[in-house]
Every structure is written in structure tokens, then in C-alpha cells.
């Protein structure tokens, strides 16, 4: 079975300044791996993906996320924050490749920005 | 191109009613997935439909279920209401082609069970 942990239910961080948002996953088998956001009464947007190749993966909005085996983490880090980010992120997991079935996701990370 | 489109965005139902929320896919998307949200549970998977057929279920009671038509648009039913049924209830959809990973979710139905 496979799981998902984001260690940080909430991050505050001041704008400009860089973040990562950190998530540990559990699988006996490979995986696909997510990084989704949520603005406040929105649906989820996909920022990146890791399916293979460079473990260093690039998304929208300036973000990227690093897949590291050993570690089994996929953190989410940008280098400067605007206050735009402020969302709940979430890390997840999948077996599928090409549908939504049975994604798992982790409990999220609410990321809020002062100014 | 449209996005995952689903309605109605609010609903108010009261215990042991029934509910059906709809979900229309992106064009040319034949995958259709559920989720429910909750600040208790997290997002946790319902069911998946592929042409017209279920074919990934989730932990959930019998009392949610769901359909697919042929131009793929999805419902999904929940009877006899609890409390706890209270989400936000997420549609995602998917080309369901090998190396498409992506999916595709719509901005959710908000359910409030009183």
C-alpha cells in the first residue's frame, strides 16, 4: 500500500522569501508523484509531476519539486513567495498512469504569506 | 477548451434526503474519477467510471454510488444523507492514455448536510 505524509500542516512565511514545502511517501512499488494546489473554494491544480528521468522536476508558478529515492521525499520548494501563493498544497502519489483513479494524497500543507 | 465543469457548486440537504451531482468532463476525457474532501478525512477516492463502467471503487458505503453516460459526463448519488456526509465533493477527469498522467479536476460541490 502506499501513503503519503506532508510533516507541515501549516507554513507561514514572509513574501519574497523562499519556502519548501516537505513531503515523505511509502510505497513498495514505483510510483507517480504530485505536487496539487488549492486555492480557497477552488478544485485542485496540478503544479508538477515526477513520472521518470531528472529528479528535479519544474512546475507552474515557479515552483519545482526534487525526487529523491533513498529519502523517499518529493519536497516542493520555491525560491521567492508572493502573496498569490497562499494555498493549500498537496503532495500524492499514484499507481495509475493515465487517469485520476485512486490517487492518494496527503493530509495538505496550508502555506500563508505575510507581507 | 472547457474544464472539468461541475454543478451545482452548493447544496443544502437535510438528513436521510438524497443527493445527485453531476460532473461534466473535459472534451475528448473518458475517465472520471470522485473525490470527497473533508477537514477531517483529506481527500479520499470514491469511484472511478471509464466508458460507462466502474472501474475502481473506494472505501465508501453502498449508499454512494455512481453512473456514467455515453458522452461521459458523470453523476454521483448519495441516499439517506448523514451529517458526516457534509464535503466537498471533487470530479477529476482524464484521457486515460498511456503516458497522459494528468488529471483534471473541477472546482467541487460544496454539500452541507443539516
Known amino acids: 500500500a502506499q501513503s503519503v505524509t506532508q510533516l507541515d500542516s501549516q507554513v507561514p512565511v514572509f513574501e519574497e522569501a523562499p519556502v519548501e514545502l516537505r513531503c515523505n511517501y511509502s510505497?513498495?512499488?514505483?510510483?507517480?508523484l504530485f505536487w496539487y494546489v488549492q486555492y480557497p473554494n477552488q478544485g485542485l491544480q496540478l503544479l508538477l509531476k515526477y513520472l521518470s528521468g531528472s529528479t528535479l522536476v519544474k512546475g507552474i508558478n515557479g515552483f519545482e519539486a526534487e525526487f529523491n529515492k533513498s529519502q523517499t521525499s518529493f519536497h516542493l520548494r520555491k525560491p521567492s513567495v508572493h502573496i498569490s501563493d497562499t494555498a493549500e498544497y498537496f503532495c500524492a502519489v499514484s499507481r495509475g498512469y493515465s487517469s485520476a483513479s485512486k490517487i492518494i494524497f496527503g493530509s495538505g500543507t496550508r502555506l500563508s504569506i505575510r507581507p | 477548451k472547457a474544464g472539468v465543469t461541475q454543478t451545482p457548486r452548493y447544496l443544502i440537504k437535510t438528513r436521510g434526503q438524497q443527493v445527485t451531482l453531476s460532473c461534466s468532463p473535459i472534451s475528448g476525457h473518458r475517465s472520471v474519477s470522485w473525490y470527497q474532501q473533508t477537514p477531517g478525512q483529506g481527500l479520499q477516492f470514491l469511484f472511478e467510471y471509464f466508458s460507462e463502467t466502474q472501474r475502481n471503487k473506494g472505501n465508501f458505503p453502498g449508499r454512494f454510488s455512481g453512473r456514467q453516460f455515453s458522452n461521459s459526463r458523470s453523476e454521483m448519488n448519495v441516499s439517506t444523507l448523514e451529517l458526516g456526509d457534509s464535503a466537498l465533493y471533487l470530479c477529476?477527469?482524464?484521457?486515460?492514455?498511456?503516458?497522459?498522467?494528468?488529471?483534471?479536476f473541477g472546482q467541487g460541490t460544496r454539500l452541507t448536510v443539516v
Open positions: 477529476a477527469s482524464s484521457q486515460d492514455r498511456v503516458g497522459d498522467t494528468e488529471a483534471f
Open positions: 510505497s513498495s512499488v514505483s510510483v507517480y
